[in-house]
Every structure is written in C-alpha cells, then in structure tokens.
C-alpha cells in the first residue's frame, strides 16, 4: 500500500503563471541581481553570524521589515542551471565525487578558541572544511561565505588577492556563480575578525554541489507548518532545534538498545508482514502478496512472535522497530510509529515497573543532562519513584462517588447468587451512577464519555471508561497505572491476590501513555478462552453495526465509516506455541515517539518524526 504522496521537484506559486519566453527574458536581471553585495540565507541561532559591514544595508520593505525576493523560483533556477553550464564551461564539475576535509568546523572553534580578535594563526596550519553556504556577501575585493557543516558554523573569509594568488579567477567563482544554499569546499589558514569572529582565510573554493532551488530566507523562514512537515530537509536546512531535535532522537534509541545490551537482552527482529494481526487491539494495514496468492497485514505489534522466541529458550529479548495501524492521524498519533518492546523470562510486572524508571530516567540524563525536565510549561522530576495506583483508586480519588473495587465485588456476589441476571442489575446500577457523575461534570469532553458508558458490556470495560474520562488527563508526573480489568487486558496474567483485574501497568505521563507492561498470560487454555472470547465479541459487535446501517440504507458518510470496521481473528499458531511452555515472563513496551517527544518538548509527534504521514 502506498502511504506517501510524492512531491513534484520544484513547487511553484499557485498564483504564478509564465511561458518560457518570459522567464528567459528575465534570467538577464536576475543574474546581475546575484552579484549584489548581500544574499541572505536562513537563520541558525546557535551558530555565529557574520558581522554587519560598514555601509551595508538589508533590502528594506514599507515600515522597516526586510524585503522579500521578488525574483520567482522557477526564474531562480533557470539562473542557477546557466551557473552550473557556466562552471562546466571553466572546466569544474558543480557535482563532485569526493572532497578532503579535515575538520568540522566545531573543531576549528575548538581548537582555535585561544586565538585573539585580530589575530592569525601563526602556525601556519591549513584547514579544509565542506558544507552549505547559508549566508553571503560581497563587498569589493572582500566576501564572506557563512558556512555549515554537520556539527555547526563557521565564516570563510575571502579576500581577492588572498584567493587569486593560489586560484586565479577564483574570486569571480565566489561573486557571481556561489549561492545560498550551495555546498562548498574550502581551504586555508585561520584568523579571528577583530570583531571576535572565527574565520578561514581562502586560498582554495571548490563548488561540491550547486542548488537549483532558494532557500526560504532568514527574515521569513519556513512558516507554512505543513510545508515543514512535507519537506522536512528544508525544515532541517533552516532550524537549528528541528535538527537538535532528531539528534536527540538518535541519542535515545541508542541509550535504550545500549541499557537493554548492558542487562544481557538479545535485540531480534521479527515480521512486518504477518498472516494475523495480534498483539494489540488495532486496525490493521492490509496488503496482498502476489507470489503467495494471499492476504497479509502489517504488523499492529511485535509482542506474539517476540513471545515465541521466549518460547524458543531467549530468555531476554527486545525489538526496537516500526509498528503499523490504520487508525486517526493527531498530534500523539501516525499510523506508523516506533515502539521497544521487551520480555524477560522469569521475571514479572514488578520488575517491568523497575526497568522502565531505569530506561526512563536515563534517556533524560543522555539527552538533558538531568533528571528535571519542563514539558509544555509543567515541570516533571523523573528522578523521584514513580507513583503507583490502582485505576480503581485513581477513579475514585476523582470520583468519591465510584468505589469501582466494591462494585466488582457485588457482581461477583450477584453472579454467583443470581446468575447472569443478577450480575446484569449490577452493571446497569453502575452505569446509572457512572452516566450521572460524567452528567454532573463541567467539562464537555468528559461528557463525551456518556455514550461509551451506556455502551460499555462489562464492569471492567465501565471502570476503563471512567479512568479515560475523569483520571487519564490528571496524572501530569510518572505514574504506573495498575490492575486493569481482565475484560480490557486478554495477554495479562490474572492478578495474583485480586479477582477481576490483572497484573498489568501503563505508565503515564503528561497525561499520556508512554508504556504498558504485564506479567505475562503463560496458562494456553486461558488465553485461548480470552481470545476466541475477544474476537467473538468484536466480531458480534462489527456485524451488527453492518447490519444496522444496511437496515437504514446508509450511504455516502456512513458507508465511509464501515470501511473503518475490520474483523479480527485468533492466532491459533500462537496459542500453539504456548501450549509448548512460556515460562514466567513480564513483557514491557513503550511509545519511543511519545518519549522523544516529552524529551525535547515537542507538541507533537510530527515534530520527532522526520517524515511523518501527510494528507
């Protein structure tokens, strides 16, 4: 299946139309404007910028704001491919094979940071650095190329005679065929400015690769949010913290497999393409293999075949990978997205709580240095233990009302005493009393809940419900949410001292879900039960919502909505394995984009995903 749309190579203004005549007549202008003393290129905070001349000006709008371009894209880079058949044409490649660079240029600052304003390198050493020019000005005999490599920023400073003497024609190359935008190689010796700025003096330019197309320029930036997402080079290219933010990224996946491989677990890989989709309660992508003559999904979780491998006798292994589900797109969720998950033989939930604050707090420490953090203006402290409630207790320190431990206690009373019957009349009191709390509230997206309540086929499901509405959104430092009902948790150990809940966890932050974790279901005749009974009840559900809208004769929207129906099966071949012999085992997965996300105080989970999904 698709999930990209592509992108034409140049985007044109929608309002602007011109035959080639026109853009030809004006590529004449256009290039004489490039040889003006300024071209500004896109804002890097974190880096040093050149220092303003004597005399020089920026193009100024009405009310003093910087003026735009008005040069067109299209008529950009009809001047720049003249500039590349200009350098062919002197006999240089504009693409190059290679260049020898011999420092970035954070190493330059590095070791040249004793060197004193005003002053040259005495030592005669010669540098060569590579990267993007993302600012220039010409002045005279005199320019100054700002230029950026991976690791930061760094000026070239170009003086004619400097340049001439060991490339004759050199300077013109820099004043009329190098552009913002460019990647550039340089060499030469080292000078800090009187004004304190850190420079390489050229004596060799070489153009590694000519841009076609501008760079949106510094006074404007990149603005359009859907553009920063559609192409996220340019996104990168003009944002030094877009950039930091995926560095981080990078520094958290590695903490997590380098913590994971210090505790001696194995990192596998399992399927993408899988014949059932299990391991969660997700719409699956579905695709068909054409060889095979068959339907397959990807993969909505990695935990059934990781599970497997547990059976196989790895007693300790994870999975760093992407996971699949055709679901919403919003600011916390894309329908691919990285997960870890982990399962430990012989080890339980408890240990899962202890090895996710572990994980947790040193991916804070590998990215910010502490344990404190502020996300979105709240303040949040990792290095204290996480809480740990009950979703009982939580709903009832929300809701005083709703004793939710009490209730399943009477149904079980009721069940045993009077049958289904009787266990009915329970539920129907608590939804009575739950609908009524949610009534009562004043926020309006709690009382969205009211439909789920009325709706809801068990008591488990109902304190599920009432936890999302009334508890979920409060928890703003870590929590590890406990004892979920079995009806919402089939893969859960049942718990060990409670009836009617397992040994399962969420951890939530920032209201959030970043993990769950349970002591594994070992018993096959149980899980089985709770599959064929999952499915059984998804299934009913899903036919009688087809049913009900074939009666009405919906159409249109509503026939749309069917189509987000799907129908789920049991993993037989699972359930076989099982029956092989899982030992005891807690199983830990966790969200890494939500992660990164609260790790780099991003709003969104676009903003951590180098190229998410569009519309």
């Known amino acids: 299946m698709l999930l990209q749309h592509s992108l034409p190579p140049q985007r044109r203004h929608a309002c602007f139309s011109t035959s080639r005549q026109s853009v030809n007549a004006r590529v004449s202008h256009v290039l004489r404007s490039t040889s003006s003393t300024v071209e500004a290129g896109p804002a890097e905070p974190k880096a040093e910028k050149p220092k303003k001349q004597k005399g020089e000006k920026q193009p100024q709008q009405k009310g003093g704001k910087p003026a735009q371009s008005a040069s067109s894209p299209e008529e950009v880079r009809a001047v720049r491919l003249q500039k590349v058949e200009e350098l ?5 490649e504009p693409y190059a094979y290679r260049f020898d660079r ?9 070791q040249f940071s004793a060197l004193e304003n ?9 540098v060569s650095v590579a990267g993007r020019v993302v600012a ?3 002045m005279g005999k005199l320019a100054f190329l700002s230029l950026r490599d991976d690791k930061g920023q760094i000026q070239l400073y170009i003086e004619k005679a400097g340049l001439e003497a060991q490339q004759p024609g050199g300077f013109d190359l820099v004043k009329g065929l190098v552009d913002v935008g460019d990647i550039v190689g340089c060499t030469g010796g080292l000078k800090r400015t009187d004004k304190g700025e850190l420079s390489v003096m050229a004596t060799g330019l070489q153009v590694l690769t000519k841009s076609l197309q501008p760079l949106p320029d510094k006074w404007h930036g990149l603005a359009d949010v859907e553009k920063r997402y559609r192409q996220r080079y340019l996104d990168m290219i003009m944002a030094a913290e877009v950039r930091d933010t995926f560095r981080a990224r990078s520094k958290i996946i590695s903490c997590i497999r380098r913590q994971l491989e210090d505790r001696g ?3 596998v890989e399992t399927p993408v393409l899988e014949s059932v989709a299990g391991g969660a309660d997700a719409r699956p992508f579905r695709t068909f293999h054409n060889t095979l003559r068959r339907d397959f999904t990807l993969r909505i979780a990695t935990e059934l075949h990781l599970k497997r491998l547990v059976v196989g006798g790895f007693e300790r292994v994870f999975e ?5 589900r055709n679901e919403g797109v919003s600011s916390r969720h894309n ?9 430990q033989a012989y080890a ?3 240990d899962m709580m202890a090895l996710t604050e572990d994980l947790v707090r040193a991916c804070a420490l590998a990215v910010k240095g502490t344990t404190q953090i502020n996300y979105q203006g709240v303040d949040i402290d990792f290095g204290k233990p996480f809480r740990r409630a009950s979703m009982a207790e939580l709903v009832k320190e929300a809701a005083p009302g709703l004793d939710f431990e009490a209730l399943m206690a009477a149904g079980r009373e009721a069940a045993a005493a009077g049958g289904p019957e009787a266990a009915a009349a329970v539920l129907t009191q608590a939804k009575q009393d739950a609908e009524a709390v949610l009534q009562a509230h004043e926020n309006k997206d709690v009382r969205k809940f009211i439909s789920k309540v009325r709706s809801a086929p068990s008591l488990g499901h109902l304190l599920n419900e009432m936890f999302e509405a009334l508890a979920e959104g409060g928890l703003q430092q870590p929590t590890f949410v406990t004892e979920h009902p079995v009806e919402i948790s089939p893969l859960a150990k049942p718990h060990r001292a409670k009836p009617g809940v397992t040994e399962r966890f969420e951890l939530f932050i920032y209201g959030r879900e970043h993990a769950n974790a349970f002591s594994e279901l070992t018993d096959a005749v149980e899980q089985r039960v709770r599959f064929e009974e999952q499915v059984a009840r998804h299934n009913r559900a899903f036919e009688e919502r087809k049913q009900a809208r074939a009666a009405a004769g919906e159409g249109g929207e509503a026939a749309e909505e069917a189509e987000e129906d799907y129908e789920v099966a049991v993993d037989y071949d699972f359930i076989a394995a099982l029956e092989h012999g899982l030992p005891p085992t807690g199983g830990l997965g966790i969200g890494v984009d939500r992660l990164v996300m609260m790790l780099t105080d991003s709003p969104s989970i676009r903003d951590v995903i180098a190229f998410p999904l569009m519309k």
């Open 118 to 126: 005003g002053a040259h390198d005495e030592s005669g050493a010669v």
């Open 320 to 324: 760093l990978g992407r996971i699949f």
């Open 335 to 343: 329908p691919e997205f990285t997960s870890v998950e982990i399962y």
């Open 348 to 350: 339980d939930y408890s």
């Open 265 to 267: 677990f194995l990192e």
């Open 102 to 110: 011999t420092h970035f240029t954070t190493e330059l600052q590095e």
């Open 88 to 92: 062919r044409g002197q006999g240089q």
């Open 136 to 138: 220039k000005r010409v």
